[in-house]
């Protein structure tokens, strides 16, 4: 298995364990909180917000490594 394999390998993982994440902690619980349809559905939608928060912030502490390590 060469570099290439092991970092699409270790980038498809850490995909499904945060989808999973974001469906079993954050996702699910706004669907439950509400009874209307279209209340449970804007409240999964707003929960995207945490995701790219996340997202944002992974993406900057990983660049914030990178820059570190060629400087």
């Excluded at 993982?13 to 974001?22: I, L």
């Excluded at 669907?31 to 928060?53: G, K, T």
């Amino acid at each position: 298995m060469n570099n290439e394999s092991i970092i699409v390998l270790i980038a498809v993982c850490s995909a499904v364990f945060g989808f999973t994440a974001w469906v079993g902690l954050i996702a699910f619980p706004a669907w439950q909180s509400y009874s209307r349809i279209w209340q449970r559905v804007a409240a999964v939608f707003l929960s995207l917000y945490s995701v790219a928060s996340f997202l944002v912030v992974g993406v900057a502490l990983g660049a914030l490594v990178v820059w570190l390590r060629a400087g």
